[in-house]
Every structure is written in C-alpha cells, then in structure tokens.
C-alpha cells in the first residue's frame, strides 16, 4: 500500500449542455458543434451574488447623490465587480464583457458615469441570465421530446398501441384525443 496523498482538483468545465456541476452552459454552447463558441459560466451562484450587488449598487446611485468619496469607492467597486466576472466567465464570455461594458476611466466618476457603467453592466448580466433561462427551456423541451419518443418506442416493443397513434394515449378514442373521432365500438 503506498501512502499517497490526495492531490487537489481544479474546478471541472463540462462543455456538455446538460450538465451543470463544473459549468452552465449559455445559448451558444447548446449545440456543441465545431467552432462555434463555448460559452460557460464556471461559478453560477458567484454570478448570481454579482449580479444582485451590482443592481443594487445601481439603485443606490439612482436614490442618493454619492459625494467624490463615495463616487470613488463606487469606481473601485465596479472595477473589482468586472474582474470577479472575468474570472467566473469563459474566455468568449469575458471577450464580449470587454467589449460591451467600458471601463470607468475618471478617478472621481460623475454620478452620471457611474449610472451609465453600473446599467450597462446590469443590463448584460440579464442578458446572460435570460440566455441561461432560454438555453435550460430548450433542453428542458428536448428532453422531453427525447422521453416522449422513447415512451412511443417501448409501446412498440411491448405490441401495446402507440401512445400517440389511434387507441393511445394521444390518439383518437383515447384519453387526451380527438373527441370528434369515431371511438372503437366497445368488446365484451
């Protein structure tokens, strides 16, 4: 027996679309083909936790004026903000983060700068969030598909009638069916 010690573990990023422990997967990454971009949120509840802060960061500068103190506190906020994001975000994800919010460039930002940076940030990070809503709808639709036809293939195995064909579940006669069909005359 050899006393090896347990060597730590980097965080996993599954690139499938249906899994979630190391990676959730956003609109682009559902498909999985070749060279399209993989876009992954590697911490999704550190993302959450962002997102509410820096909302809630935007209500306050919207409810009180800040004076330079505050202003700058709220710059260096913002900034530790966005690098908190590209450190939880794919490389794809980060390149667009770049791209679309612009950095505070001010040392004492008006309240307006600060407005507009905090809203452009929020306003990305719902676009992510409905990207991740739309993505999990469509596999969630998917799968449902993919049981549904495995439910049809096993009636088929069994000799029992096609769940969605005549005398099924789905069909006319049946439970569920078009009631303006003629039902099968009743066997005693």
């Known amino acids: 027996m050899s006393s ?3 060597q730590p573990s980097a965080p996993e990023v599954l690139t499938s679309p249906m899994t979630f422990p190391g990676g959730l997967p956003t609109p682009t990454s559902e498909t999985g083909a070749p060279g399209e971009p993989d876009e992954q949120v590697l911490r ?3 993302l959450i936790r962002i997102a509410s802060m820096v909302r809630t960061m935007l209500d306050e500068v919207r409810r009180a004026p ?3 103190a505050g202003r700058r506190a709220l710059r260096e906020i913002h900034e530790r903000s966005l690098s908190e994001l590209h450190g939880i975000l794919s490389p794809e994800l980060q390149e ?3 791209k679309v919010v612009l950095p505070i460039s001010a040392e004492t930002p008006s309240e307006s700068e ?3 940076a905090q809203a452009q940030l929020v306003g990305w990070l719902e676009g992510l969030f409905h990207g991740i809503q739309a993505t999990l709808f469509t596999q969630q639709a ?4 993919q049981f549904e036809e495995m439910r049809r293939r096993h009636a088929l195995e069994i000799g029992a009638p096609d769940p969605g064909g005549p005398g099924g579940l789905g069909g006319p ?3 569920g069916g078009d009631s303006s069909a003629p039902a099968p005359g009743q066997y005693l």
Request: proline content about 14%; aromatic content about 0%.
């Open 66 to 68: 800040l004076d330079d």
């Open 114 to 116: 600060l407005r507009i």
């Open 173 to 175: 006669g049946g439970p």
């Open 44 to 46: 999704p509840t550190k």
């Open 142 to 145: 998917v799968a449902q598909q």
């Open 96 to 98: 667009e983060l770049s």
């Open 4 to 6: 090896q010690e347990p």
